[in-house]
């Protein structure tokens, strides 16, 4: 069973100075009939009348790395385009 979370969220400007509010959630996925969780990431991102997401689940079974990391998403502001990227950079 997934559980999505909101952690965090940051209200940045684009390149062309446009406003974008970013969402950050935990992602918690029950594995072997609820005896182990396993947590990933979803990102969101408006501006405007446009919408974009991202998301990887599964990144890692420690509750604590997985904080850590939307904690530096959220501060440096990653956006959907740019997350897996980020995230295999991480790993």
Known sequence: MRKKS??????VKTQTGAPQ??????????????CAECYGVEVLARSGENQSYAGIPRITMRGTRIFTLID?????????ETLHDVVQDWL
């Open 6 to 11: 909101l952690i965090h969220t940051k209200d």
């Open 21 to 34: 509010h970013l969402e950050y959630y935990l992602i918690n996925d029950s594995l072997l009939d609820g």
């Open 72 to 80: 530096q998403l959220a501060y440096f502001a990653v956006t959907p």
